[in-house]
């Protein structure tokens, strides 16, 4: 990230401003009754977050049609999920984080009631706004959500928090079981968001199953990529505690195989993944770019 | 309800092993992995619920149309939300009851952690059981998503559960405001299953209309009905510790004005409601025999 700033990096930085105008638009003020619910819901969704799953729709849907503007809805439910993500895996009955991002998390602030409450809230806050987009233009909205639903429910990210859980503290947990834990809590997400964006876009059978393909390499890749920050990186630079994953007993991927084997796994998905990448449509050369982008981040 | 039972606890009676074999069939298996999250949220489900929201739904589509088939996916939704908020209210952040319906609550038996992302999980399905119900039957499937977030999310339940938690220990607090408190975190989803089955019947703007005007009285009172048990009933009766509201500062109705004010605003509630009844269609008389048994409740 010190680097000279790659095309993905640069279609981030263009669209992050995009994504924080139209969740503002979306998501009720603070100003507004019940005060405390809606201070706590927009102070996690606008920490600094980098709005990847959101660039990441987007940037499918423009792929396959053109144009990116019938994907905004879809964008920022994604970016509501992922919040919802973070306040509950931060709770002292989940992932007891006191930090994220660098600030305190929610529930230091709001208490752990309305931290559980917002959690719940932008969760449903996401399926009020893909069920209230334009229809006709953005795709079968019962078809968007069945693709949000299968990325989130027990199949998906909540299920793979829930492996998570029940994981901690396990010694020798077989490598097979953390890749399936990690393709569920993060992968599918990302995943997701692309299948979002391409059905948004109006992709054939054929191209979804691409996106799908390349999804299901970068989120996995993604997770590992995470898990080796959280073993090696500064406090300062990722806004939490070094190390916080091993002396919590998390199942992580260097955890199970060691540094050197995970980051082999990691860099054989992306490559994997960035030989799907040109046929993924008009902006190929981005989705090989995050491929790139995350192998700079593995290694 | 040691009485004779009137007409509409008969239809409860009725319809209850109808939705606990839909629920039983659209919930993962506790044999599926991730195995705790499915049996937290099978635990909670399988605890002995009324049903009373999803036979509103019911009773609502088969006062307009005739029949109640096309509303059980949307029947089974409900009472997935509503035990997704009884899991959330009970954990130690929030309500912090160790008891539900004369059992251990969910996160006492599987742990905070499993028990926020039960929750969290019947969220997500109860979207994805409306997204996946057979379309073309059963209305616009964007317009059922649009009543069961409204009922639920900042505006309706999840925000009602804010606005209790933030009154909590404040002296007091003006019965407008508990009636407001109360009208989002019990009444919107009442009037929501009512809406919803009559969506789904294929009712008309003004018959809508009057189900909102319906059960937005009944939901009220039936959230003071649940403040006047607490003050009174045995721990037997209800399943938890009794005047738990009061020892734990609660902003209830009777707390506010009375028992003996509380007890007439329900009753005032109750009768408009039942002047509205006969105007709900083919199933008028269980309409009225609802707010009949809800008023041998509250007094």
Known sequence: MGRTSSLFE??????????????????????????????????????????????????????????SAPAI?????LEMIHTFSLIHDDLPGMDDDDWRRGRPSNHVVFGEGMAILAGDALLALAFETLARAPQGKAGDPCALIRIVTEATGTGGMIGGQAMD?????K????????????????????????LLGAEIGGATQAIKRRFSDYGARVGLAFQIGDDLLNVRSSR??????????????????????GIERAEREA???????????????????????????LLGRTS
């Open 171 to 194: 010694r020798k947990v077989p490598f097979r079981r953390v890749l399936s834990m990690h393709s569920r809590k993060t992968g599918m997400l990302i995943r997701g968001s692309l």
């Open 236 to 257: 300062k630079k990722i806004g939490k505690a070094v190390g916080s994953d091993k002396a919590r007993g998390k199942a992580t991927a260097p955890g199970a195989v």
């Open 267 to 293: 860099e054989r998905l992306l490559q994997s993944a960035r030989r799907i990448a040109p046929g993924l449509g008009k902006r190929a050369r981005e989705f090989e770019s995050f491929t790139e982008f």
């Open 165 to 169: 859980l029940a994981l901690e503290g």
């Open 73 to 77: 809805p879809a964008a920022v439910a």
């Open 10 to 67: 640069r279609y981030l930085d263009r669209t992050r401003r995009r994504i924080d105008r139209a969740l503002d638009a979306r998501l009720p003020s603070a100003r507004e009754e019940p005060r405390p619910l809606h201070a706590a819901i927009r102070y996690s969704v606008f920490a600094g977050g980098k709005r990847l799953r959101p660039a990441l729709c987007l940037l499918a849907c423009e792929s396959v049609m053109g144009r």
